[in-house]
Nanobody, 119 residues
């Protein structure tokens, strides 16, 4: 339904910053919300931040005050500041939309981008 391409991951020192980008293509007009998830080694995937089509945002408690999610014309960003070791993970872009043919909600996922926080 929607294809997502992520970029911006990399290696950063503790306290540093990175900005992740995600570009959506395809049936973008049916996207209702976009977000970022992450999965650290040995841990389950967790929701990091979301932004709705109306601009409402939400964050997991561990990143509040440090991360900012934004959306602009079928692109979603995650500005990550004051990065910590525990932020190390593969970050996945997500888009939630409406499949009109099946009359169901759907989720599309990017392939993931590695963020490594290390000194």
């Amino acid at each position: 339904q929607v294809q997502l391409v992520e970029s911006g991951g990399g290696l950063v020192q503790p306290g540093g910053s990175l900005k992740l980008s995600c570009a959506a293509s395809g049936n973008i007009f049916n996207i209702l919300a976009m977000g970022w998830y992450r999965q650290a080694p040995g841990k389950q995937r967790e929701l990091v931040a979301t932004v709705t089509s109306g601009g409402s945002t939400d964050y997991v408690g561990s990143v509040k005050g440090r991360f900012i999610i934004s959306r602009d014309n079928a692109k979603v960003y995650l500005q990550m500041n004051n990065l910590k070791l525990e932020d190390t993970a593969v970050y996945y872009c997500n888009a939630r939309g409406w499949n009109s043919l099946a009359a169901t909600m759907y989720d599309s996922w990017g392939q993931g981008t590695q963020v490594t926080v290390s000194s």
